[in-house]
């Protein structure tokens, strides 16, 4: 047994979630007010018996014990992992390496900051010295509130005063320098690393500070000094505010990036509470990803001048390349279809009045920044204009330059209405004609020799498994399971069953729709491969995925190596069965639980629950008859 199923094996999902919400009895099975959207009817529903959970309401979505921790810690499968393993009581593997591996030595380095954030306190609050940062931070115009809640503090103009102090709590120069608090000098002496500037303690995801910023008090450089990185603190995966402004950003649905600690002090004390900071540093794929699990609405907020320009250009390139894509059918301009990759975050561009940083602005005019906000332009938008005010657009390079920085960037919009406006807008600004343009930036991309190798069919003649025999499984894991293996022993038939599920009717295969969060993973993996055109063997999907899954995929591409050779229309005829079985299945327990819903509302005569569950109940049933019509058909489709 992995780790993952040990996991699942030692918690009960609904002593999980009940840990996070208020779960009622009901029957057979739990039901609670859903946890990432508002309703005022309970719609969220947990079921003991599949250890699953899936929301009837306006989610429409659902799974297991990861996928819920996932989705309410805003984590990733890693973290869930080891949030839910310590729960458990099973040790990982990276638990099991030592203390420098994440045991110990971090434990101890935590409450040694936590030590040093109540000690630069206490100077700021209520020692003598701390006068000047009192006064500081008052000309500042820093609430006591958002002073108390980023808990902020002083380090006095004294060289060891926060290694007296942590010395006389038992902590060793060792751990200070491992910390970062303090600095070690090439003779082996040591002194504090901050001294006389106003401390911006950083929080880890939890709330945990795990690091510090000192402002200068006065005259003296640099300006802003940080903890340097350690075993506590990487820079490159941490956002300042993230903590405090984590549930506002899910609230409203929106979060806004700045680039320094004065900006989201003052930005969280005028009210706007869904700001962080990447701390002056470039954007990491790390961040954004953070971010993108809360909300799918991500403002840049930079300066007028060229560096904040250059710095919204790599932003967004390392958002293009780090967030999440769907993947879906597209109709090019000469009606091919093919698998295309959207965006799956609505990225928007704050571009601040000359000579203004966030923090002066919103101090001086906060209705302003509010204005600024709303008007962000979107990131097609706002290249069009910088390919309009850095490109000579009356030479011939200068249009083939604005054709190569656009097109990636139209070719992720899959609103034919948004995406035609901008096609227009382009072909105005370049002087082109339309269509012509449409064909260059929508050409598809020629097939390499070796999948075409794949493609080929395979003289032999193969009589497929009969997918039925799976589908008597008790769990819809099994099918789940069963077609990730098909389709990681023939990745290159991912290409094609989009094709053939749409000549039936039916909807692209969605990683959502998978139960088991490994599953999804292993799925994302695939398709973003598809999209890059890099599908492989499935061997080397274990490079992408968390090393505590390896042991499972490494399973399923044993069961994939063992499955014979085929022609890649059969393999696609097996994979296309398999999802309409695994749909038929889903629809059919998701009908079932609705219906003890209905029971349940009728009982207490809720007319708006009855009609809102009947009409689902209505959309599944009429799915199982179009699944079940579809299935004779499945197998010869070509």
Same mark, same amino acid.
């Given at each position: 047994?992995?780790?993952?199923?040990?996991?699942?094996?030692?918690?009960?999902?609904?002593?999980?979630?009940?840990?996070?919400?208020? *779960?009622?009895?009901?029957?057979?099975?739990?039901?609670? *007010?859903?946890?990432?959207?508002?309703?005022?009817?309970?719609?969220?529903?947990?079921?003991?018996?599949?250890?699953?959970?899936?929301?009837?309401?306006?989610?429409?979505?659902?799974?297991?014990?990861?996928?819920?921790?996932?989705?309410?810690?805003?984590?990733?499968?890693?973290?869930?992992?080891?949030?839910?393993?310590?729960?458990?009581?099973?040790?990982?593997?990276?638990?099991?390496?030592?203390?420098?591996?994440?045991?110990?030595?971090?434990?101890?380095?935590?409450?040694?900051?936590? %030590?040093?954030?109540?000690?630069?306190?206490?100077?700021?609050?209520?020692?003598?010295?701390?006068?000047?940062?009192?006064?500081?931070?008052?000309?500042?115009?820093?609430?006591?509130?958002?002073?108390?809640?980023?808990?902020?503090?002083?380090?006095?103009?004294?060289?060891?005063?926060?290694?007296?102090?942590?010395?006389?709590?038992?902590?060793?120069?060792?751990?200070?320098?491992?910390?970062?608090?303090?600095?070690?000098?090439?003779?082996?002496?040591?002194?504090?690393?901050?001294?006389? @500037?106003?401390?911006?303690?950083?929080?880890?995801?939890?709330?945990?500070?795990?690091?510090?910023?000192?402002?200068?008090?006065?005259?003296?450089?640099?300006?802003?000094?940080?903890?340097?990185?350690?075993?506590?603190?990487?820079?490159?995966?941490?956002?300042?505010?993230?903590?405090?402004?984590?549930?506002?950003?899910?609230?409203?649905?929106?979060?806004?990036?700045?680039?320094?600690?004065?900006?989201? *002090?003052?930005?969280?004390?005028?009210?706007?509470?869904?700001?962080?900071?990447?701390?002056?540093?470039?954007?990491?794929?790390?961040?954004?990803? *953070?971010?993108?699990?809360?909300?799918?609405?991500?403002?840049?907020?930079?300066?007028?001048?060229?560096?904040?320009?250059?710095?919204?250009?790599?932003?967004?390139?390392?958002?293009?390349?780090?967030?999440?894509?769907?993947?879906?059918?597209?109709?090019?301009?000469?009606?091919?279809?093919?698998?295309?990759?959207?965006?799956?975050?609505?990225?928007?561009?704050?571009?601040?009045?000359?000579?203004?940083?966030?923090?002066?602005?919103?101090?001086?005019?906060?209705?302003?920044?509010?204005?600024?906000?709303?008007?962000?332009?979107?990131?097609?938008?706002?290249?069009?204009?910088?390919?309009?005010?850095?490109?000579?657009?009356?030479?011939?390079?200068?249009?083939?330059? %604005?054709?190569?920085?656009?097109?990636?960037?139209?070719?992720?919009?899959?609103?034919?209405?948004?995406?035609?406006?901008?096609?227009?807008?382009?072909?105005?600004?370049?002087?082109?004609?339309?269509?012509?343009?449409?064909?260059?930036?929508?050409?598809?991309?020629?097939?390499?020799?070796?999948?075409?190798?794949?493609?080929?069919?395979?003289?032999?003649?193969?009589?497929?498994?009969?997918?039925?025999?799976?589908?008597?499984?008790?769990?819809?894991?099994?099918?789940? %399971?069963?077609?990730?293996?098909?389709?990681?022993?023939?990745? %290159?038939?991912?290409?094609?069953?989009?094709?053939?599920?749409?000549? $039936?009717?039916?909807?692209?295969?969605?990683?959502?729709?998978?139960?088991?969060?490994?599953?999804?993973?292993?799925?994302?993996?695939?398709?973003? @491969?598809?999209?890059?055109?890099?599908?492989?063997?499935?061997?080397?999907?274990?490079?992408?995925?968390?090393?505590?899954?390896?042991?499972?995929?490494?399973?399923?591409?044993?069961?994939?190596?063992?499955?014979?050779?085929?022609?890649?229309?059969?393999?696609?005829?097996?994979?296309?069965?398999?999802?309409?079985?695994?749909?038929?299945?889903?629809?059919?327990?998701?009908?079932?639980?609705?219906?003890?819903?209905?029971?349940?509302?009728?009982?207490?005569?809720?007319?708006?629950?009855?009609?809102?569950?009947?009409?689902?109940?209505?959309?599944? $049933?009429?799915?199982?008859?179009?699944?079940?019509?579809?299935?004779?058909?499945?197998?010869?489709?070509?």
């Amino acid at each position: 047994m992995d780790v993952v199923e040990e996991i699942k094996a030692r918690l009960d999902i609904v002593d999980v979630i009940g840990s996070y919400i208020s *779960l009622q009895r009901s029957g057979k099975n739990y039901k609670a *007010l859903c946890p990432f959207h508002e309703e005022k009817t309970p719609s969220f529903i947990v079921f003991p018996e599949t250890q699953t959970w899936h929301c009837f309401g306006a989610c429409n979505t659902g799974g297991d014990i990861f996928s819920f921790v996932m989705k309410k810690e805003g984590v990733d499968f890693k973290e869930a992992l080891r949030m839910l393993a310590q729960r458990a009581g099973i040790p990982l593997e990276e638990q099991r390496q030592g203390p420098d591996e994440g045991g110990e030595l971090r434990e101890r380095l935590r409450a040694m900051h936590a %030590a040093a954030t109540a000690y630069y306190q206490e100077n700021l609050h209520r020692r003598p010295i701390g006068k000047v940062a009192r006064e500081y931070v008052k000309q500042r115009g820093l609430s006591a509130e958002i002073i108390a809640t980023f808990q902020l503090g002083y380090a006095p103009d004294a060289w060891d005063g926060l290694m007296k102090y942590l010395a006389g709590l038992g902590y060793t120069e060792e751990e200070m320098e491992q910390g970062g608090l303090i600095i070690r000098r090439e003779d082996g002496r040591t002194y504090d690393r901050f001294r006389n @500037r106003l401390i911006i303690p950083i929080h880890d995801t939890q709330g945990r500070v795990i690091a510090f910023a000192g402002r200068v008090i006065g005259s003296g450089e640099p300006k802003y000094l940080n903890s340097p990185q350690t075993p506590l603190f990487d820079k490159g995966r941490t956002l300042y505010g993230y903590y405090q402004a984590v549930r506002t950003i899910r609230s409203e649905d929106r979060v806004i990036i700045v680039e320094g600690y004065m900006d989201v *002090l003052a930005a969280h004390q005028a009210g706007f509470r869904n700001v962080v900071a990447s701390m002056g540093t470039a954007l990491t794929a790390t961040q954004l990803r *953070l971010l993108s699990r809360h909300t799918k609405h991500i403002i840049l907020a930079l300066d007028a001048d060229t560096a904040g320009q250059k710095a919204a250009l790599r932003g967004v390139e390392v958002a293009r390349e780090a967030l999440d894509r769907n993947v879906e059918p597209f109709i090019t301009p000469t009606g091919a279809l093919r698998f295309q990759a959207s965006l799956d975050v609505d990225i928007r561009l704050l571009t601040l009045p000359e000579g203004f940083d966030p923090d002066d602005l919103i101090r001086q005019d906060p209705q302003q920044w509010a204005t600024l906000v709303e008007e962000a332009l979107p990131v097609v938008e706002f290249y069009l204009e910088h390919v309009r005010n850095t490109l000579d657009l009356n030479t011939p390079e200068g249009k083939r330059d %604005a054709v190569r920085i656009m097109s990636p960037l139209i070719q992720e919009i899959t609103d034919a209405t948004v995406r035609d406006h901008y096609l227009q807008q382009l072909a105005r600004l370049l002087r082109v004609d339309e269509r012509a343009l449409a064909a260059d930036i929508f050409k598809t991309r020629p097939q390499s020799r070796r999948a075409r190798r794949k493609a080929s069919p395979e003289p032999q003649p193969w009589t497929p498994r009969p997918v039925t025999a799976v589908d008597t499984t008790q769990q819809s894991r099994a099918l789940e %399971a069963y077609i990730i293996t098909l389709l990681l022993r023939t990745p %290159a038939v991912l290409g094609e069953i989009g094709d053939a599920l749409h000549r $039936l009717g039916q909807d692209d295969l969605n990683m959502e729709e998978f139960e088991d969060v490994r599953h999804r993973l292993i799925l994302q993996v695939l398709l973003t @491969r598809l999209v890059s055109g890099n599908l492989k063997e499935g061997e080397d999907v274990l490079a992408e995925l968390p090393e505590d899954m390896h042991a499972y995929v490494q399973e399923l591409l044993n069961r994939a190596h063992n499955m014979p050779d085929v022609p890649l229309h059969i393999a696609r005829q097996e994979a296309v069965a398999a999802i309409l079985h695994f749909r038929l299945k889903r629809h059919r327990e998701l009908a079932h639980q609705l219906r003890f819903l209905l029971e349940e509302a009728q009982a207490q005569n809720d007319n708006h629950q009855l009609l809102t569950y009947g009409v689902k109940l209505g959309n599944h $049933l009429r799915a199982i008859h179009e699944l079940e019509r579809l299935l004779p058909a499945a197998m010869s489709v070509h």
